[in-house]
């Protein structure tokens, strides 16, 4: 299983992103897709969660801002992020728990990283 992210890049405070991360290989279904962040020297952190029955989930920072969703039958979970800071500057790791096939457990995976910076 793989997980490809796209779409970070530079944006001016205040701006728009749309984050997606694709999982493709042996996949039956994604339990719970995640977003989490990291800058340099601190711990990597989560920002958003979305489970299989559509519960959500988000960090306190950014609330009211992001808007995590998932698109089943594409296996891609996507972070709309608005009004974006400075301070979410970092770099953006998706992370699946998926069912590989009937009989199987779940597993973990990690995107590769795609790099956000909020800058004037």
């Known amino acids: 299983v793989q997980l490809q992210a796209s779409g970070g890049g530079l944006v001016q405070p205040g701006g728009s992103l749309r984050l997606s991360c694709a999982a493709s290989?042996?996949?039956?279904?994604?339990?719970?897709f995640t977003w989490h962040r990291q800058t340099p020297g601190k711990q990597r952190e989560l920002v958003a969660s979305?489970?299989?029955?559509?519960?959500?989930n988000y960090a306190d920072s950014v609330k009211g801002r992001f808007t995590i969703f998932r698109d089943d039958a594409k296996n891609t979970v996507y972070l709309q992020m608005n009004n974006l800071e400075p301070e979410d500057t970092a770099v953006y790791y998706c992370?699946?728990?998926?069912?590989?096939?009937?009989?199987?457990?779940?597993?973990?995976?990690w995107g590769q990283g795609t790099l956000v910076t909020v800058s004037s």
């Open positions: 290989g042996t996949v039956l279904y994604v339990n719970t």
């Open positions: 992370y699946a728990d998926v069912k590989l096939q009937v009989g199987s457990g779940s597993y973990g995976f």
């Open positions: 979305v489970t299989g029955s559509d519960f959500t």
